[in-house]
């Protein structure tokens, strides 16, 4: 089984934290979205011996897309690829793009989950990421959205400047009010060369505060597993049923085909990415060559990558899985490092899985590079 994921990389305008890649010009958007459908059909044969589980349109903001144009890439899936029946199909949207029209339409299509990008409820945070929509649009689509929709996720994101634990936990509060089944839920970060970095760095925005941050996690936590969630992956909560099968794939390890600019996949040994730039997209593509760099993983590189997402997740990271894959000096690496952590409570042992505890979660990633194994 395994994933295929879809970057369309076009947004209405730049948030100012946002260091994805998209373009704010719909100039090429015809173009792009051919050579998207062009490179499904050159890529088909790396999944000739898999079925697909789940098609994710990310980005970007795939929300730009027409109904029509979507349909129009999921047949060039269907058309190359063996999808098996009750396949995840998502469609990362942002509020501004769901009117009741545009909802009634995706409901109708093959496009069974919706992904929304809500980040706050709060018009100054929204007005301080520079979103393309306000409040009261947020509220008006999910409110249409979950009439038409029962796997419906948003995004929220915590430790904004200036917001307080009050207005998080009223954030979190009216997320749950629409009755979604999942949330993913990011800390605000400074990314190199974004209008954020150097808002902050002219003194106009403040800093994000690491504190804050910590804070409104652990408020996120709370409030969530009250609510009946599951926290099954850090930035991830879902009720049991609706965990995000393409999200858990990537954990999982499974295979996933990255098509579009920028896009990243993963065969289990090598890990590739597309090039950045839609022009020079379009143009290999359309010369039927593929615009990648591929990176042949090490051992270690695929152990510590293990390691990674195995914290980030509720499953922890399998040492049964550890010594089959890797080998005995793997896991005894693992224990020897792992045992500070342990001594600190931040990790523990639970039926033969390394796993985080409540104190440690925040801090999995900095917690996995210690367990790493260096070349
Ligand atoms: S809509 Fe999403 S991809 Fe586009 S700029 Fe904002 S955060 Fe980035």
């Known amino acids: 089984m395994s994933g295929i994921y879809i970057h369309i990389p076009f947004c209405k305008q730049a948030c100012h934290y946002c260091d994805f890649h998209f373009s704010t010009s719909m100039k090429k958007k015809d173009q792009l979205i051919s050579a998207l459908a062009k490179e499904l059909e050159l890529r088909k044969d790396e999944f000739k011996n898999t079925t697909v589980e789940t098609i994710y349109f990310g980005g970007g903001t795939p929300s730009v897309l027409s109904t029509a144009e979507l349909q129009y890439l999921i047949d060039a899936v269907y058309l190359n690829y063996k999808v098996i029946d009750d396949s995840e199909i998502t469609l990362e949207a942002n509020p501004d793009d769901l009117n009741e029209d545009v909802i009634m339409a995706l409901a109708k299509s093959p496009i069974n989950r919706l992904s929304i990008g809500i980040q706050s409820f709060f018009e100054k945070d929204l007005i301080l990421m520079n979103r393309a929509h306000n409040a009261e649009e947020a509220k008006l689509c999910l409110q249409l959205a979950t ?127 597309n090039v950045k730039n839609n022009t020079i997209y379009i143009t290999k593509i359309n010369q039927e060559q593929l615009p990648l760099e591929v990176e042949v993983l090490s051992l270690n590189d695929k152990y510590n990558e293990f390691v990674m997402t195995g914290l980030r997740t509720i499953w922890g990271v399998s040492l049964t899985a550890v010594e089959k894959q890797f080998g005995k000096p793997f896991l005894e690496y693992l224990l020897q490092q792992a045992n500070q952590y342990v001594n600190k409570q ?21 917690i996995a590079s210690d367990l790493f194994m260096l070349n």
């Not at 931040?346 to 900095?366: P, Q």
């Open 147 to 273: 009439q038409y929709f029962d796997n419906i996720s948003l995004d929220l994101i915590y430790g904004i400047p200036n917001s307080t634990n009050a207005e998080w936990l009223e954030n979190i509060q009216t997320a749950l009010s629409f009755g979604v089944p999942h949330i993913s839920s990011y800390a605000l970060t400074v990314e190199p060369k974004t209008a954020l970095a150097s808002f902050i760095a002219k003194g106009v925005i403040d800093n994000v505060d690491d504190d804050l941050a910590h804070e409104q996690f652990h408020i996120l936590i709370e409030a969530l597993a009250q609510a009946g969630f599951d926290h099954y992956e850090l930035s991830n909560f879902g009720k049991k049923g609706f965990y995000s099968k393409n999200n858990s794939a990537y954990w999982l390890g499974k295979p996933y085909l990255g098509i579009g600019p920028s896009a990243h996949s993963f065969n289990g040994n090598e890990r590739a990415w």
């Open 346 to 366: 931040m990790l523990y042992i639970e039926d033969n899985n390394l796993k985080t505890t409540k104190t440690g979660k925040f801090l999995s990633d900095g």
